[in-house]
């Protein structure tokens, strides 16, 4: 190994690391949106607009277009909307003795 061999082999493994990274290079698809919505637990909290997952899991076909739309332009236009990221901590009371647990409420959709 010469010099030019080791700079060419470190091009070469950096452009398969930056295909193989990328896993936001092809656009979300409905099969794969509706893969992680139907995986979504049942009976939780909904978030600050009382959205629970059983609303986006029985939303029917044109909700699941529009949040593959959605989920595209975020990252089509590399940004987030402000909404998904606040959260709210809420202290919930464990048992008797005071200790609580704390859960973060976010937006849905």
Partial sequence: GSLKDIESEIHRLDLLEDESDNVLAQPFTLYEV????????????????????????FGGPNLLHHIVLLFNAIVCLEHIPLSF???VKVPIPKD??????????VELV
């Fill in 96 to 105: 008797s003795t005071g200790k609580k647990t704390l859960i973060i409420i």
């Fill in 34 to 57: 509706n893969q992680v919505i139907y995986d979504l637990p049942n009976g939780k909290s909904p978030d600050f607009d009382k959205i629970c997952y059983e609303h986006v899991k």
């Fill in 85 to 87: 990221k606040l959260a």
